[in-house]
Every structure is written in structure tokens, then in C-alpha cells.
Antibody, heavy 123, light 110 residues
């Protein structure tokens, strides 16, 4: 089955760290850029960042609100992407989704999403 | 405050048609393709439209997309109660070098 499965969410204190995983199956993970998107309760989607594939040197890009605190990595041998979150703030509380970016002849789109994992930052 | 602007909510009766707008600027919609995502309650987003107006396999032709200038529109015809969901537009922003989403529109089928 083609799927992405996030794990690693939980409760963490402000200033703490957490590492999320995104396990892929059913497709050629190594060729796919992976993005992270989060959603606070009752709010809209917010892009967190992305990691490209080996052909693009595993380049990463981040949203302004997490730049310098979050790091995205991947292990193609394990078909898994990661989101390392440091210096967590209460406003980082959200469901975190990983999503696969695919290309059309014209552009790109997110065609596969995980179910998400909840991160709660609270004392 | 989202970079792309969507109406917070729209509503229509079953069988009717509804449109959802997504307004941006030259740094995003004006020079990039738009995709649309449907998020049913308690679930992950799902791709509905890509490349402004193309539907992935399995998406019924009741759903359509269009783009003009710095705005995009999602259209849904023959509304069903199962269409009740939040809808998001998304694209790349050249100035921010980031993916941007609209704030989402909640569709109610009365």
C-alpha cells in the first residue's frame, strides 16, 4: 500500500526537543521530495519545510516561523524522513503531516499525505 | 494572516453549485500553478485539483479549478452532504521562497 505514516508526537515542555518520523511504503521514496505541513487545532495549514532528493543534494528549505529551530533530514535506506524540532514554543502545538511532492509536466502538487502526529508544547 | 486569501465559509443546498475563491499576488498565484486540497473532518488533506485545473484520477468532474491573474477559483457542482469539508488552495511564493496556503474555507451543505 502506498502510504506515509508519521510518528513521534507527544507532550513536550517549552524549550524542549522532539523528533518526528515519516515512514514511507509502496513507492520509490528516494526519488520523492518530502514536505512537512502543520495544523494547529481549528486553524489552517502551515508549511513547515521540505527536503529534496539525492539528485538535488538533499537540499532543505524552511518556513520563517521554524527557521533555525527545526531540521528536516531523510534516510533513503530506511524510507524515512525526519523532523527534528528544537527550542519548541507553545505556538508549535499542532498536528504535523508529512506529504509527498509529485511533479506534473507543468508544476508540482502534494498527492500523498500521512495521517499526522500531534505535538503538544505545554508546561 | 495567510498569504493567500480565502473566504472563511461558504454554503449551499444539496445539488447546487458553489465557488471558493483564492486571492494572491504576482509573487505567488500570478506566476505559479495552484493546487486545491479537501480536508474532511478529522482527516488529512487530500489533493483535489493541481496545475490550476487538472483533476487527479478518482476525483469526480463535479470539482473544477480555474485561475485568472492573481486569483484562483474552485468550483463544486451537484453538491452532496459528503462534500462538507475545509478546502485549501496552495502554491509557491517566489518572494518568500516557501509553499503558501490559503486560510481555508469551510463548506457547509445545508
Amino acid at each position: 500500500e502506498v502510504q506515509l505514516v508519521e510518528s513521534g508526537g507527544g507532550l513536550v515542555q517549552p524549550g524542549g526537543s522532539l523528533k518526528l518520523s515519516c515512514a514511507a511504503s509502496g513507492f520509490t521514496f528516494s526519488g520523492s521530495p518530502i514536505h512537512w505541513v502543520r495544523q494547529a487545532s481549528g486553524k489552517g495549514l502551515e508549511w513547515v519545510g521540505r527536503i529534496r532528493n539525492k539528485d538535488h543534494s538533499y537540499a532543505t528549505t524552511y518556513g520563517e516561523s521554524v527557521k533555525g529551530r527545526f531540521t528536516i533530514s531523510r534516510d533513503d535506506s530506511e524510507n524515512t524522513a525526519y523532523l527534528q524540532m528544537n527550542s519548541l514554543k507553545t505556538e508549535d502545538t499542532a498536528v504535523y503531516y508529512c506529504t509527498r511532492l509529485s511533479y506534473s509536466t507543468s508544476s508540482w502538487y502534494f498527492d500523498l499525505w500521512g495521517r499526522g502526529t500531534l505535538v503538544t508544547v505545554s508546561s | 494572516q495567510s498569504v493567500l486569501t480565502q473566504p472563511p465559509s461558504v454554503s449551499a443546498a444539496p445539488g447546487q453549485k458553489v465557488t471558493i475563491s483564492c486571492s494572491g499576488s504576482s509573487s505567488n498565484i500570478g506566476n505559479n500553478y495552484v493546487s486545491w486540497y479537501q480536508q474532511l473532518p478529522g482527516t488529512a488533506p487530500k489533493l483535489l485539483i493541481y496545475d490550476n485545473n487538472r483533476r487527479p484520477s478518482g476525483i469526480p468532474d463535479r470539482f473544477s479549478g480555474s485561475k485568472s491573474g492573481t486569483s484562483a477559483t474552485l468550483g463544486i457542482t451537484g453538491l452532496q452532504t459528503g462534500d462538507e469539508a475545509d478546502y485549501y488552495c496552495g502554491t509557491w511564493d517566489n518572494r518568500l521562497s516557501a509553499v503558501v496556503f490559503g486560510g481555508g474555507t469551510k463548506l457547509t451543505v445545508l
